[in-house]
């Protein structure tokens, strides 16, 4: 099954400019099979995520978060999945918090685009390590994937590649293929965290 674990949408990130129902369109259309939304410091209402998934199935919607941790090195950007806790909706976390909050509730935590802000991590990611690290996406430079590689690989994370779509286009070129029938939430988390999912070549 092909997943994007990195998408936003214009209601609920100002950067955005496709609406929900754009993005998902373009991912049936693009040939995916689900895609999670990961607005920043923003959840999409419960009963949409719900009405989303019966009025598109059995295209997959779910519903993710990006948060920005913000230390005086920089600034990293965060994607959790499987946690719906709106505790999470703030920009106000610290990394190790944010970390040990996501991991010991069970969720998925990963790193998204890193070295797009600044040539290193601005956070512990050797002591606190998330699950997966983003290596491609539409934001970042095809020619440092490598540079991401060696990380996730140095931390011994999974490696994902996500449109984190913003604009028609982006969508459909970078997502992940996973290995296992992927029916709800709880299956998706569960082979995000064991690594049963490659990236889009
Ligand atoms: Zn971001
Ligand atoms: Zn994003």
């Known amino acids: 099954m092909k997943i994007d674990l990195h998408v936003h949408s214009k209601e609920y990130s100002a950067c955005s400019s496709q609406s929900i129902y754009e993005q998902v369109q373009a991912g049936i259309d693009k040939g995916l099979d689900g895609l999670v939304f990961t607005n920043h410091h923003k959840f999409l209402d419960k009963e949409l ?4 998934n019966e009025s598109y199935a059995p295209f997959k919607v779910f519903n993710g978060i990006e948060i920005t941790v913000s230390t005086p090195r920089g600034s990293e950007d965060i994607l959790v999945i499987g946690l ?41 990611v050797e002591n606190f390590k998330p699950h997966a690290i983003e290596v491609s996406s539409s934001n970042l430079k095809d020619e440092d994937i490598d540079k991401r590689i060696s990380l996730a690989n140095k931390l011994s994370c999974h490696i994902m590649s996500n449109s984190d779509g913003h604009h028609n286009g982006a969508i459909g070129s970078y997502f992940n293929i996973f290995l296992d029938p992927i029916a709800n939430e709880k299956d998706l988390v569960q082979a995000l965290i064991g690594g049963r999912f490659m990236i889009k070549e």
């Open 49 to 52: 995520i719900e009405a989303l």
């Open 84 to 124: 719906h806790d709106k505790r999470l909706e703030s920009s106000e976390w610290i990394y190790e918090d944010l970390h040990e909050f996501v991991t010991e509730s069970g969720g998925f935590i990963g790193l998204a685009h890193p070295y797009r802000f600044q040539d290193y991590i601005a956070v512990d």
